[in-house]
């Protein structure tokens, strides 16, 4: 086992480029906004800044375009102390961009062209996993092919790392996927699309965790908002409350959840403190704009 346990980020990298306006267009419509932001963001980037940023080792694979948001985008993770070393810059594709609105209460509506996201492949993973230790984590998401995805949980799996696997954006995953994740982190959407329940309460909150664990998932974290976190396994079930603060911008939330509980399981914390901790990084996260600027350091969550 590593002296110092890491992280692998298998997953998306995109430029954000943000628009803040009064309310959210409906369709058709042209508002006028008040703000403009462009930032590095993807889902995979994301987590990946989350972990360094809240003290883990961190190696990112992804791909990245030939281009201009592509060479910047992998210069931003450098300076977070990421491990590029299996993202790839590809010349068919430009590199992913997402294109954000988000309201005055920090709701957002989200539109993602993936580029070059599409390419990440399997040779890239397995080299990316070669040196993997048990102790390492290996992070998740649905932003790139799922043959990569299925693959990366294949490869993982076999070599006995813990798994998390955030399933966004939602999408139907077969019960031999699942039945490789140590831990699932769904929001009550995405459990809905995994577990075809409606989720209008805790109750049936507890019924969607209750089939995906029977799918074989090993731990479910099923956010919920302003309602907290329902943490859940095969032996125990619990709540964890979600911190009060007033949301400025909700984009990555989940991502910096995510990031917060690989870097404080890497760290030795257990399955609760971790998500205790990842809640209080993600409500920190909401007071800011953006997506990766958004992502609190370690020093902001001890104070």
Do not use: H, W
């Given at each position: 086992m590593s002296s110092t346990p890491s992280v692998i980020v298998i997953g998306s990298i995109n430029t954000d480029m943000l628009v803040v306006s009064e309310r959210l267009p409906s369709a058709g419509e042209t508002v006028l906004g008040s703000q403009f932001k462009m930032s590095g963001g993807g889902k995979g980037a994301n987590q990946a800044v989350a972990a360094a940023r809240l003290g883990a080792k961190v190696t990112m694979v992804a791909c990245v375009g030939d281009d201009l948001f592509g060479t910047q985008a992998k210069a931003n993770l450098e300076t977070e102390s990421i491990d590029c070393s299996y993202v790839f810059s590809v010349s068919n594709q430009a590199s992913g961009i997402a294109l954000i609105s988000v309201d005055e209460h920090g709701e957002n509506q989200i539109v993602v062209a993936p580029g070059a996201n599409n390419e990440v492949s399997e040779n890239q993973i397995a080299?990316?996993?070669?040196?993997?230790?048990?102790?390492?984590?290996?992070?998740?998401?649905?932003?790139?092919?799922?043959?990569?995805?299925?693959?990366?949980?294949?490869?993982?799996?076999?070599?006995?790392?813990?798994?998390i696997l955030d399933p966004a954006p939602a999408r139907p995953l077969s019960a031999d996927s699942?039945?490789?994740?140590?831990?699932?982190?769904?929001?009550?959407?995405?459990?809905?699309?995994?577990?075809?329940?409606?989720?209008?309460?805790?109750?049936a909150a507890q019924r969607a965790a209750k089939a995906l664990l029977d799918l074989g998932v090993q731990n479910v974290a099923l956010t919920m908002g302003h309602d907290g976190v329902l943490l859940a396994n095969n032996e125990n079930l619990s709540i964890i409350p979600a911190i009060e603060v007033e949301a400025r911008d909700t984009t990555a939330a989940g991502d910096c959840f995510n990031g917060a509980l690989a870097s404080a399981l890497s760290n030795g914390k257990?399955?609760?403190?971790?998500?205790?901790?990842?809640?209080?990084?993600?409500?920190?996260?909401?007071?800011?704009?953006?997506?990766?600027?958004?992502?609190?350091?370690?020093?902001?969550?001890?104070?």
């Open positions: 080299k990316a996993l070669e040196s993997a230790a048990s102790d390492t984590i290996v992070m998740l998401q649905l932003e790139i092919p799922q043959t990569a995805v299925e693959y990366a949980l294949k490869q993982a799996s076999a070599q006995g790392t813990r798994i699942l039945s490789k994740v140590y831990l699932l982190t769904p929001n009550q959407i995405e459990a809905e699309m995994l577990t075809n329940i409606s989720i209008a309460d805790f109750d257990s399955l609760e403190q971790a998500t205790r901790y990842a809640c209080e990084a993600a409500a920190i996260a909401v007071t800011r704009m953006g997506a990766q600027d958004s992502i609190p350091s370690l020093e902001e969550i001890r104070q």
